[in-house]
């Protein structure tokens, strides 16, 4: 590059315009004004070859896609039983199970082409030439796998219940619920969208599919990830869970969870975002609506993008320099009874709305030892944070993730006798 | 990897079965069996901090994303016109060309905290920290700007005009045509995405979206690419063009095209696949449809990926080793008067569809000096391709490709007097 400068040349701390001006027109291929931000070069290469093991092993008793560095993107599909056998229930675990482990070590799930072609083949064969691509594929139960219908009802997960409505709702039914839910990871999309189609047809006159979103450019940054950034521009993860003790306190089920041990909770939230209206409000706005700089992320109160926000520092926000109605003054753990939740979000969109606007937003996904947590800090979030003029909640679910099984074993076997 | 077969592990020509049978239903955890294909590792890492020029070089007088091995992600755009003034359109060009320029170079389009906040933002953000993944922004002009509205019809490229209705159109009209089309490719679906929405919005009283595919995981090769997949898991882009002597023949306008030369016509089709149908399909059928072995990619007349087709060898089908109505076969130059056209292709997802099928297909772009060649091609596999029970054509497009511009000029500058 010859002129201007990079998007990730300069920045640091706080600053960041170079250049001037605000995109002079630029009749005739003038330059347009530059601004740059960057710590360390962050994913300067992706490498696909890299695979998570399925099954539990010695370090680690958790399904992947929880912990895991966020990959670039995300399929998350929902079911609801068909069939209100058992056994079909417990047969559809174990066959997804395994097929999960072939797909994450970067196998077909079965031959694509069968007794030299007689056959329908059991892969569908689109990611036979690619790498793993760190894909990771969790595994959620719905609240419905407990009712009458599987006699399961008396190995209910303790906090597993539909979340209550919330001030910020709009829900549409089409988009909420399910049975069963598959969360799909991967650093290449042809993996991750293979990985669902093919799990998707193994359900088949079992479950039937209920609704999905397709995600990418994560939104939520995992440890020594560099910080990633939603369909608002903002940096998006800068706070969250990090910290292995973090995880053991809220986000994994300890011993007392019985066959939940080393599971979670996922609750799932469709985000729509009205980016037209967003990118029509001035930085100022948009800054006080967060409470961070937009370009370095620093809290409002000073500092850099990870100095701890000063919820008490005066200034010119109701009397704060991070506005008590700002998204991060709501959502934050210290004004949340000191709770946390691991946020694990993907952007999304789905192209024009009816109106012929963007259709874009945020697929929220997190993991917490009780959903309670997130209904908690959703609660405050959707009577007063000043993000709500330009986000919908859309849609939403609530899954128990059981722990990885034992090789040989499948996800929720302890549930069948 | 310590079981089974890497997806990659195997091949080299034709043969692929590795373990036996179709995914036995594994109760706890048995091992389903597994196939694997692989020529060298394709693609093992993908560097995110590579970057195309968008003006014109000594090297190169035409615009990126043709010729570009085809990036990973793809968004692509039309728009309609809303201003009848000449002088709009012609800003709008000029904007975007400085726009893109800068976005290829991995720049924002300026100022993202114009004036310390006080003002709306130039670039929305969300690539501040991303690198240049390759992004390439293909710029083209439909038939309706050479109408009576803007004065320009003394300058309508020779072979530019609306495709005509074809046997296997069931197009939309909602996913037809437009006076405007962007093609951002990136090897970053943030970095495609956050072009297009920053285009787009500069277009805000000028133009207005019309609309949009978004695609993945490329379903045509380029050059030294290895071969990628399309959604019904056959090798797509094989016969692909290739050598620049095909380029100079089959794609770019040569000197008499005034202003154009250097230039291109891009045809699109949005291409409905009923997945789930062809899922059901026997291998051997699937293969008959389309004249390749599924895993190897070979012609069923036999050899490897790469061996030339022999649309004369005797078989089963019809008479041939190769359906005369496989899709290879009528889509092959040699059956076409020897015309080749460029396919950049794109697989994609829309989630489910009104009947909860996995909702899926190909976004089909291709790239030629008459679109009268993807006609005459598609004319006869509309009316006989052994793959028209399972696709459905459902949106198209034609638009005229300017040459890149010369640093200080525009896309398509030579119009305007």
């Not at 007794?115 to 894909?135: I, K, N, Q, R």
């Not at 003054?329 to 210290?334: F, K, S, T, V, Y």
């Not at 993000?387 to 993730?401: C, D, K, M, P, T």
């Given at each position: 590059?010859t002129?201007?400068?990079s998007?990730?040349?300069l920045?640091?701390?706080g600053?960041?315009?170079?250049?001037?001006?605000?995109?002079?027109?630029?009749?005739?291929?003038?330059?347009?004004?530059a601004q740059?931000?960057?710590?360390?070069?962050?994913?300067e290469?992706?490498?696909?070859?890299?695979?998570?093991?399925?099954?539990?092993?010695?370090?680690?008793?958790?399904q992947?896609?929880i912990e895991t560095p966020?990959?670039?993107y995300?399929v998350f599909?929902?079911?609801?039983?068909?069939?209100?056998l058992?056994?079909?229930?417990?047969v559809?675990l174990a066959?997804?199970?395994?097929?999960?482990a072939?797909?994450?070590?970067g196998k077909?799930i079965?031959t694509?082409e069968?007794?030299?072609g007689?056959?329908?083949g059991?892969d569908?064969?689109?990611?036979?030439?690619?790498?793993?691509?760190s894909?990771?594929v969790t595994?959620?139960?719905?609240?419905g796998?407990?009712?009458?219908?599987?006699?399961?009802?008396k190995?209910k997960?303790?906090h597993?219940?539909?979340?209550p409505?919330?001030?910020?709702?709009?829900l549409d039914a089409?988009?909420?619920?399910?049975d069963?839910?598959?969360?799909a990871?991967?650093?290449?999309p042809?993996?991750?969208?293979?990985?669902?189609r093919?799990?998707?047809r193994m359900?088949?006159g079992?479950?039937?599919?209920?609704?999905?979103v397709l995600g990418?450019?994560?939104a939520s940054?995992g440890a020594n990830?560099?910080?990633?950034r939603?369909?608002?521009?903002?940096?998006d993860?800068t706070r969250?869970i990090?910290?292995p003790a973090d995880?053991?306190k809220?986000v994994?089920?300890k011993?007392?969870a019985?066959?939940?041990?080393?599971?979670t909770?996922?609750?799932?939230?469709?985000i729509?975002?009205?980016?037209e209206i967003?990118?029509a409000?001035?930085?100022?706005?948009q800054?006080?609506v967060f409470?961070r700089?937009?370009v370095?992320?620093?809290p409002?109160?000073g500092?850099t993008?990870?100095?701890?926000?000063n919820?008490?520092?005066?200034g010119?926000?109701?009397g704060?320099a991070?506005?008590?109605?700002?998204?991060i003054?709501?959502?934050a753990?210290e004004?949340?009874d000191?709770?946390?939740i691991?946020r694990?979000?993907?952007?999304?969109t789905?192209?024009l709305?009816?109106?012929?606007?963007?259709?874009a937003?945020l697929?929220?996904?997190?993991?917490?030892?009780?959903?309670?947590?997130?209904?908690r800090?959703q609660t405050?979030?959707?009577a007063?944070?000043?993000l709500n003029?330009y986000i919908?909640?859309?849609?939403?679910?609530v899954?128990?993730v059981?722990?990885?099984?034992?090789?040989g074993?499948?996800v929720?076997?302890?549930?069948f006798?």
């Amino acid at each position: 590059m010859t002129d201007g400068v990079s998007r990730r040349a300069l920045l640091g701390g706080g600053l960041a315009a170079a250049g001037a001006g605000v995109g002079a027109l630029a009749g005739a291929g003038g330059t347009l004004a530059a601004q740059a931000a960057a710590a360390p070069p962050p994913d300067e290469s992706i490498d696909l070859s890299q695979s998570h093991p399925f099954y539990a092993t010695a370090a680690r008793q958790t399904q992947g896609g929880i912990e895991t560095p966020p990959q670039r993107y995300c399929v998350f599909m929902t079911f609801d039983m068909a069939s209100t056998l058992t056994t079909d229930l417990q047969v559809l675990l174990a066959r997804w199970s395994a097929a999960i482990a072939q797909l994450q070590a970067g196998k077909t799930i079965g031959t694509v082409e069968p007794s030299h072609g007689a056959g329908v083949g059991a892969d569908t064969g689109e990611a036979l030439d690619l790498g793993p691509a760190s894909l990771t594929v969790t595994v959620g139960l719905g609240p419905g796998i407990f009712d009458e219908r599987f006699g399961l009802a008396k190995h209910k997960p303790a906090h597993l219940a539909a979340i209550p409505a919330l001030p910020s709702d709009n829900l549409d039914a089409s988009l909420t619920g399910g049975d069963l839910s598959l969360q799909a990871c991967a650093d290449d999309p042809q993996v991750a969208y293979h990985a669902i189609r093919d799990l998707a047809r193994m359900a088949r006159g079992t479950a039937t599919v209920k609704w999905t979103v397709l995600g990418f450019g994560r939104a939520s940054a995992g440890a020594n990830q560099s910080t990633p950034r939603n369909l608002m521009g903002f940096k998006d993860g800068t706070r969250n869970i990090k910290e292995p003790a973090d995880f053991s306190k809220f986000v994994y089920l300890k011993d007392d969870a019985g066959w939940m041990a080393g599971g979670t909770y996922q609750v799932v939230r469709k985000i729509e975002i009205n980016i037209e209206i967003w990118d029509a409000d001035v930085i100022s706005d948009q800054q006080r609506v967060f409470g961070r700089d937009k370009v370095a992320g620093a809290p409002l109160s000073g500092g850099t993008e990870f100095t701890t926000p000063n919820f008490h520092k005066a200034g010119d926000f109701n009397g704060r320099a991070i506005d008590p109605t700002a998204h991060i003054a709501l959502a934050a753990h210290e004004n949340n009874d000191g709770v946390k939740i691991l946020r694990r979000s993907y952007n999304y969109t789905d192209g024009l709305n009816q109106y012929g606007q963007l259709d874009a937003g945020l697929f929220f996904a997190a993991y917490m030892n009780d959903p309670e947590h997130f209904t908690r800090i959703q609660t405050r979030l959707g009577a007063s944070d000043r993000l709500n003029e330009y986000i919908s909640h859309i849609g939403s679910g609530v899954f128990a993730v059981p722990p990885a099984p034992r090789s040989g074993s499948y996800v929720g076997e302890a549930l069948f006798g």
